[in-house]
């Protein structure tokens, strides 16, 4: 598992990590064997104020590190944006966690003051999140329908639920967008990616 980015003023900045640092090991547990990110993941997070510590492979210097890092909420680094044309906005949703929904609405709001019509939108390294997050940033981007059905069984029994947007969007029906995905891209951002792109 890889470092691909560094949040500005984070504990992982903090901290002196590195975008390239390969993680060997969380808290002297071996997870150079992990292939999923989000167990990974769920190993460095934990209570708030606490310390992790952490060692990380770094190729730019060809020897391990290990650093201690405080955790501590992030809340604003899960959205960022930017003016890409006159025409065109950029959006990276880093993950879906809660309240990025609001942050995303704002982004396009703020976005569309200044001219956007289209927007491109990066999920990439975005390894999922909230799924409530996500319908309510679908229900803002798109009219009246069918956002996903869920099927399965409840005790033996077969059920089937919907989450439907609301019959008016938040933006023009004009409004076009590209999705950036990489292998990274999971869980609930394949949900954002795949219902947006229907």
């Not at 002297?28 to 606490?50: C, N, W």
């Not at 060809?62 to 501590?72: M, P």
């Not at 927007?119 to 309510?136: C, H, K, P, Q, W």
Request: net charge negative; charged share 20%.
């Amino acid at each position: 598992v890889e470092i691909t980015e560094i949040i500005e003023n984070s504990p992982a900045e903090d901290a002196g990590i590195m975008v390239g640092d390969l993680f060997i090991a969380v808290d002297g547990r071996d997870v150079t064997q992990f292939k999923d990110i989000t167990a990974v993941a769920a190993l460095v997070r934990g209570v708030e104020g606490s310390a992790v510590e952490l060692t990380f492979f770094r190729p730019a210097e060809n020897k391990n590190i290990t650093v201690e890092a405080t955790r501590r909420r992030i809340t604003t680094a899960s959205v960022a944006y930017r003016p890409l044309t006159d025409t065109v906005g950029y959006v990276q949703v880093r993950d879906f966690s809660q309240n990025v929904s609001q942050n995303f609405i704002q982004a396009i709001e703020a976005l569309e003051e200044n001219g956007a019509q289209h927007l491109i939108i990066d999920l990439r390294n975005n390894s999922g999140g909230l799924a409530t997050e996500v319908i309510d940033m679908l229900d803002y981007l798109l009219p009246k329908a069918t956002i996903a059905t869920l099927k399965g069984r409840n005790n033996g029994e077969p059920f089937e639920s919907s989450w439907q947007s609301g019959s008016s969007s938040g933006v023009p029906e004009t409004m076009r967008y590209a999705i950036l995905i990489n292998e990274i891209t999971a869980s609930a951002s394949e949900l954002f990616a795949g219902c947006l792109r229907d």
